[in-house]
């Protein structure tokens, strides 16, 4: 009887996964091509430019993420709302998400200012005084979008928990296009240096805010922004988006610090070894891409099951993405693998970062397609039924134990330089992945109820 139920009455239709995940993966895709052609273009400047703006690129990865983790527990309450046929309390969970994101930015952005110093010459590590020039440039540019990156995450967390995923690729195709032509202009044209690619992100990120947020006044929709500017906090509701944004915030803060302090280790051996952990970075993330897109499909599919207390459904649409996941890393990284020679002649870096730049991404790829869906896509599932703490702890203690103490063990004292810390990156995806499918196995997952 369970069979034939799950037959007709599924939440999610194949069509509706499909115009749920193409757009996403197209919007992840255009946002991370844009950087490997920020990165490209500032390679024609030289490498102590692109080691600074990686540098840079890392922490700014570290705000995206938190902003991110915030809106994700926005987009999983408002869902579970939605899933409950409760839409007035799905609407005000996405207004104060709006609201709490664009204040806490606010705080975050002053906050990177006064604490400059310590980035450039603590987090950093031992740097050049050319790397740490071109960091501190563009860093002070860009730390300007970072309120217009909460916002426009928290407007896309709204559109996509809608349904509507469509709009948000929207906008980054146009905002790519524009970034990308700045870029371009300000580079080879007026022949700037690292200004030439903070100015053009900075334009890019604040229009693409104003953008999404001025669309999601529409009160037609579903889910819409009251346009007032006297806002009531409602911290009930606030506690709830907090939940699941905290822990999953904490997970992956402590995963980007984590990478910064790796940073620092990486800096130990030379401008080659940081030129090519930053081109791997930048490489390596188009093979795990649409994984990372479908996962923010995955949380809306999730939420909307568990708000209707449909856990088969939750298990069912688990199961079945994360076949995709793996149909889809097979395809990405064999195109990344296959392009491989022809991005690394565009970057024109030295031979030695060349050289390892290939090995890091010819590992990684072989990871994605084993291991990383089970290390990454399994504890979306988690965290949309709102169990969020379980994978900030376990991504904590993988990542203080297997991405840093090993990353030091092997790369020094085992004499494997810079490799060392990605190998020691793979053994955290392996440790996760055994303990996240047992969570998944004994469904503890399923006990949680946070509306």
């Known amino acids: 009887m369970k069979q034939k139920i799950m037959a007709t009455n599924k939440l999610f239709s194949n069509q509706d996964l499909f115009k749920l995940f193409l757009p996403v993966i197209i919007e992840q895709f255009l946002e991370y091509l844009v950087g490997l052609a920020d990165s490209i273009m500032v390679a024609h400047v030289g490498e102590s430019a692109v080691s600074g703006v990686s540098l840079v690129d890392f922490v700014m990865a570290l705000l995206i993420s938190l902003f991110a983790a915030l809106s994700t527990g926005g987009a999983v309450i408002a ?172 997970e992956n803060g402590l995963f980007y610090l984590g990478r910064i302090m790796v940073l620092s280790l990486v800096a130990m051996f030379g401008t080659a070894a940081i030129a090519a952990n930053a081109v791997s970075g930048t490489i390596v993330m188009f093979q795990v891409l649409p994984g990372m897109a479908i996962g923010l499909g995955l949380t809306v599919i999730i939420s909307r099951c568990v708000g209707a207390r449909d856990y088969e459904q939750a298990k069912y649409y688990t199961k079945k993405v994360m076949g995709f996941v793996y149909a889809a890393h097979v395809v990405s990284c064999a195109v990344v693998l296959a392009l491989l020679p022809t991005i690394l002649h565009v970057y024109g870096l030295s031979e030695a970062a060349t050289a390892l730049t290939t090995k890091i991404v010819w590992y990684h790829g072989i990871f994605t397609v084993a291991i990383w869906p089970l290390a990454y896509t399994l504890p979306v599932t988690f965290r949309a039924s709102g169990d969020a703490k379980y994978p900030m702890i376990v991504g904590t203690l993988t990542m203080l134990f297997c991405r840093i103490a090993l990353a030091y063990l092997l790369s020094i004292y085992w004499d494997m330089g810079m490799f060392g810390t990605w190998i020691a990156m793979f053994i955290d995806w392996i440790v996760k992945s055994i303990i996240f499918v047992y969570r998944y196995t004994n469904e503890k997952w399923t006990k949680f109820q946070v509306i």
């Open 79 to 250: 869902g579970q709302y939605l899933g409950r046929k409760q839409a007035e309390e799905a609407r005000e969970a996405a207004n104060q998400l709006l609201w709490f994101s664009g204040g806490v930015s606010i705080i975050i952005m002053v906050m990177i200012y006064l604490a400059k110093p310590l980035i450039l010459n603590g987090l950093f590590g031992q740097i050049t005084d050319e790397v740490r020039r071109d960091a501190n440039i563009y860093l002070m540019i860009t730390a300007l979008s970072i309120p217009f990156l909460a916002l426009y995450n928290a407007g896309a967390a709204i559109f996509r928990t809608m349904g509507n995923s469509k709009l948000p690729m929207k906008i980054m195709l146009y905002m790519n296009i524009a970034h990308a032509l700045g870029n371009a202009i300000l580079i080879y044209g007026f022949h700037f240096g690292v200004e030439g690619v903070a100015i053009p992100t900075l334009l890019a990120r604040v229009a693409s805010a104003v953008i999404i947020i001025a669309l999601a006044f529409n009160p037609k929709q579903s889910l819409y922004i009251e346009k007032s500017l006297r806002h009531k906090f409602n911290w009930v509701m606030i506690k709830r988006i907090l939940d699941i944004g905290v822990p999953y915030g904490l």
